[in-house]
């Protein structure tokens, strides 16, 4: 089937660009001894996360409790929680994984500890955690300089077990240029080095030292201090990465297929792609360097101005051969974003339909236990 036959809007994964993503990173990480466990959130889908395996990945992050049981049931070993749970629903939800596979999950204060402890207590069950970090996020985690303390205080929790610490440098994603990630880098590194070093210092066994995000993977690779990786985004990667040169446009393997349906004026034209397709993600820390909605590939005088739910505006910037019933590609400024708006991935090669990829495990389309 080629891919002119493929209804639109449509979200298509170029599978070479893919497996070219996968590869790079992966031969990165061998070359410095360092392990990926990848955010699973970016794509949500057990297939990519077998495949991610298959490519070196040893473990996984999680940003959703439904990931990391879609994933023990799919016989994944190594997976982080990314964040604390704190409601009894959840934490039997943690105790519950803990006794099937190596859970792992982040803990940053003591009050969701302390819940933790008292359910796994009852239950005679022990959960591994790291310490989450804050390396300028500010979003979770305590400064490094409060890490000991911390876990000081969960000393007490006998029944919590103490595995290393952990980050995400996700303010990164304010950089304007590739020349701003240098400063990310190094809070990155910096707060790490800083937690781990007095933690050693005050006498516990730092195991897991875990970070990363996309766009600092690259630089910080080599630190010294760092051990696993979790960059997400890497496998897609949109128009966001394309913003700091983290990617080129032939990495860019998320896009949306869209028909051009109607041309208004000499500048303007509409797409039957909207906010369903694209969202309305324009950089989460105040990225400036992003204007419009995505990335029209092939056509640098386009510009994805204006979105309603179902349709997009396309204004032309000087002279363009885009007419009525034409088909763009348009890479979305967050393909994390993109990716959860769909149940499938149109897999391609070249211009040819290779297969279906499911989209099994995005939180919303679970029952949520509901019976």
């Not at 386009?302 to 890479?331: A, P, R």
């Amino acid at each position: 089937m080629k891919i002119d036959q493929v209804y639109t809007p449509a979200i298509l994964l170029n599978l070479d660009y893919m497996e070219h993503n996968l590869k790079k990173y992966a031969d990165l990480a061998a070359a410095h001894g360092k392990q990926i466990w990848p955010m699973v959130k970016t794509h949500k889908s057990t297939e990519l996360a077998l495949l991610q395996q298959q490519y070196g990945c040893t473990g996984f992050l999680c940003g959703t409790l439904d990931e990391a049981e879609a994933l023990c049931a799919a016989g994944i070993q190594n997976i982080m929680y990314a964040y604390p749970v704190a409601t009894n629903v959840s934490i039997d939800r943690v105790i519950a994984l803990s006794q099937k596979c190596n859970f792992i999950i982040r803990i940053d204060g003591e009050d969701a500890a302390k819940a933790i402890q008292e359910q796994a207590a009852k239950q005679g069950v022990s959960v591994q955690y790291t310490i989450i970090v804050d390396s300028g996020l500010h979003r979770f985690g305590v400064a490094p300089d409060k890490v000991v303390p911390l876990a000081d205080a969960l000393k007490a929790c006998d029944h919590l077990v103490f595995k290393g610490i952990s980050t995400h440098p996700g303010h990164v994603y304010g950089a304007c240029s590739h020349e701003d990630l240098a400063g990310y880098c190094e809070d990155e590194a910096r707060s790490m080095a800083a937690a781990a070093e007095a933690l050693k210092k005050a006498g516990y066994t730092v195991d897991i030292i875990s970070s990363g995000s996309t766009p600092t993977f690259a630089q910080n690779i080599a630190d010294e201090h760092i051990s696993i990786y979790h960059p997400g985004n890497y496998i897609f990667n949109d128009t966001i990465q394309l913003s700091t040169q983290t990617a080129s446009e032939e990495e860019c393997a998320l896009y949306v297929l869209a028909s051009v349906v109607s041309h208004l004026s000499e500048d303007l034209f509409i797409c039957d792609a909207g906010t369903k397709c694209l969202g309305l993600d324009q950089g989460a820390h105040g990225n400036t360097s992003i204007v419009g909605y995505g990335t029209v590939k092939g056509h640098p005088e386009l510009c994805v101005d204006g979105l309603s739910e179902e349709v997009g505006k396309i204004h032309v910037n000087g002279k363009t051969d885009l007419k009525v019933g034409d088909k763009i590609c348009i890479i979305p400024n967050h393909s994390c974003s993109t990716a959860n708006f769909t149940n499938y991935f149109i897999g391609v090669r070249g211009d040819e339909v290779e297969r279906l990829v499911e989209v099994d495990i995005r939180s919303n389309a679970t029952k949520k236990n509901v019976k």
